[in-house]
Nanobody
Framework: DVQLVESGGGTVQTGGSLRLSCTAF????????MAWFRQVPGKEREAVAA???????SYVDSVKGRFTASQDNAKSTLYLQMNSLNPEDTAMYYC??????????????????????WGQGTQVTVS
């Protein structure tokens, strides 16, 4: 069975850092576009970052320069290094996978409907 298991969430003060991890099971990790999304209660889930099989990354403007997506294909693990956190970053963070070595270009990678698998989420709280 396909599973995405996130970890690394927690509570941190404004200006602090966290690193999220997402380990994939049940599919060939390196052939998928991987992404991070986040959701605040009462709001729609929104894209944060994506990374393709070549390691090329995409970010939404609000996290550029602060967040870095990376991956270790040998470990089938996706990471999100989050620096300079602020209260607006408080959310449940989800990783997602979509079939395809490359992530869609421009803003199309942000569409939730394009992703085939989702993790259960990990909570990030910035106080």
């Amino acid at each position: 069975d396909v599973q995405l298991v996130e970890s690394g969430g927690g509570t941190v003060q404004t200006g602090g850092s966290l690193r999220l991890s997402c380990t994939a099971f049940g599919f060939t990790y390196s052939t998928y576009c991987m992404a991070w999304f986040r959701q605040v209660p009462g709001k729609e889930r929104e894209a944060v970052a994506a990374i393709d099989g070549n390691g090329r990354t995409s970010y939404v403007d609000s996290v550029k320069g602060r967040f870095t997506a990376s991956q270790d294909n040998a470990k089938s693990t996706l990471y999100l290094q989050m620096n300079s956190l602020n209260p607006e970053d408080t959310a449940m963070y989800y990783c997602a996978a979509r079939v395809g070595y490359y992530c869609p270009s421009e803003s199309r990678w942000r569409a939730l409907s394009g992703y085939d698998y989702w993790g259960q989420g990990t909570q990030v709280t910035v106080s």
